[in-house]
C-alpha cells in the first residue's frame, strides 16, 4: 500500500508471557515462604506484625498484589 509505514508485530516467543507468569508466580510463592520465617524483631523492622505475615501466607501464589 502506498504511504503504508507500519508492519504487523508478530510474536516470536509466544510462550514467553506464559513462561515469565510461572516464574513470577513461583517468585511470589518463595518471598511469602521466606517472610512466614523472620522472626518478630526483623518483622517489626520492616513495619509488618504477624499476624499480617499469617495474612499474606494465606494468599494463594497466583494472588499477585502487584500483578506483574
Known amino acids: 500500500m502506498k504511504g503504508q509505514k507500519g508492519f ?11 513462561f515469565q507468569g510461572i516464574v513470577r508466580w513461583h517468585t511470589v510463592y518463595r518471598e511469602r515462604r521466606l517472610l512466614a520465617t523472620l522472626n518478630d524483631d526483623a518483622l517489626k523492622d520492616i513495619g509488618l506484625s504477624r499476624a499480617d505475615v499469617e495474612q499474606e501466607s494465606q494468599r494463594h501464589f ?7
Do not use: E, N, S
Not at 62 to 68: M, S
Open 8 to 18: 504487523v508485530l508478530i510474536a516470536k516467543r509466544p510462550l514467553a508471557g506464559l
Open 62 to 68: 497466583w494472588d499477585d498484589p502487584l500483578r506483574k
